[in-house]
Nanobody
């Protein structure tokens, strides 16, 4: 009954932009922290970004300055704006939601290191010319 659905993935050229959405159903995201993760073929899952219930954010160094995570509680959604995309960004992107203390969820890396919560099915992002 608790679900997250990612959307917005697709094929984009290098240096292009894409916005991913993570929509929740069956629960409200107001009190949840949300993380974006990605996994490329043959590689381990890695954290991309995290936003806490109070709006605090964390980014992996590989995307810092290029990606922006945001939330719209009225729409029960979280977004990942991806700019200056590179082939290395190619992966399936997942979102995960967990009800954690906002001071520890992202800045304390609890969700980042142990992403226990509601997971979406993922959306494919392919960066290629």
């Amino acid at each position: 009954q608790l679900q997250l659905v990612e959307s917005g993935g697709g094929l984009v050229q290098p240096e292009g932009s894409l916005t991913l959405s993570c929509a929740a159903s069956g629960f409200t995201l107001d009190y949840y922290s949300i993380g974006w993760f990605r996994q490329a073929p043959g590689k381990e899952r890695e954290g991309v970004s995290c936003i806490s219930s109070d709006g605090g954010t964390v980014y992996d160094d590989s995307v810092k300055g290029r990606f922006t995570i945001s939330r719209d509680n009225a729409k029960n959604s979280v977004y990942l704006q991806m700019n200056t995309l590179q082939p290395g960004d190619t992966a399936v992107y997942f979102c995960v939601a967990a009800r954690l203390l906002p001071k520890t969820a992202c800045s304390g890396y609890q969700l980042w290191e142990r992403p226990m919560g509601v997971w979406g099915q993922g959306t494919q992002v392919t960066v290629s010319s």
